[in-house]
Nanobody, 130 residues
Framework: QLQIVESGGGLVQPGGSLRLSCGASTGVALANYAIGWFRQAPGKAREGVAC????????SYSDSVKSRFTIARDNANNIVYLQMNNLEPDDTATYYC??????????????????????WGQGTRVTVSS
């Protein structure tokens, strides 16, 4: 059973950067899963931010974070990062990492309504404020 652990959240000023990490606590190789990053702001629905497919490294980003966020694998350390630059107050949310083995290449879904993700972490809080 895959267990996901997120880390790296915190308080950052507008314009600053943070790097979130998604790891597997049970030692299962994240390289064998598509990985998605989602976020949920207070009072709002959870939304997809970025994802990467399992085999070919296809990536997809929401329009609100495109050109500011980057998702990347570090297979040697079994971590998937979400590098967040030029952060804005609207980026304030709890960020969740998700994994699934079905999105192998050429596509990964940012809409849970369209295609669900099987495994979820507990989330890490990001606050962007001066």
């Amino acid at each position: 059973q895959l267990q996901i652990v997120e880390s790296g959240g915190g308080l950052v000023q507008p314009g600053g950067s943070l790097r979130l990490s998604c790891g597997a606590s049970t030692g299962v190789a994240l390289a064998n899963y598509a990985i998605g990053w989602f976020r949920q702001a207070p009072g709002k629905a959870r939304e997809g931010v970025a994802c990467i497919s399992e085999v070919d490294g296809f990536t997809s980003y929401s329009d609100s974070v495109k050109s500011r966020f980057t998702i990347a694998r570090d297979n040697a350390n079994n971590i998937v990062y979400l590098q967040m630059n030029n952060l804005e107050p609207d980026d304030t949310a709890t960020y969740y990492c998700a994994a699934d083995r079905r999105y192998r290449q050429g596509w990964c879904p940012l809409s849970e309504t369209l295609a669900p993700w099987n495994y979820w972490g507990q989330g890490t809080r990001v606050t962007v404020s001066s």
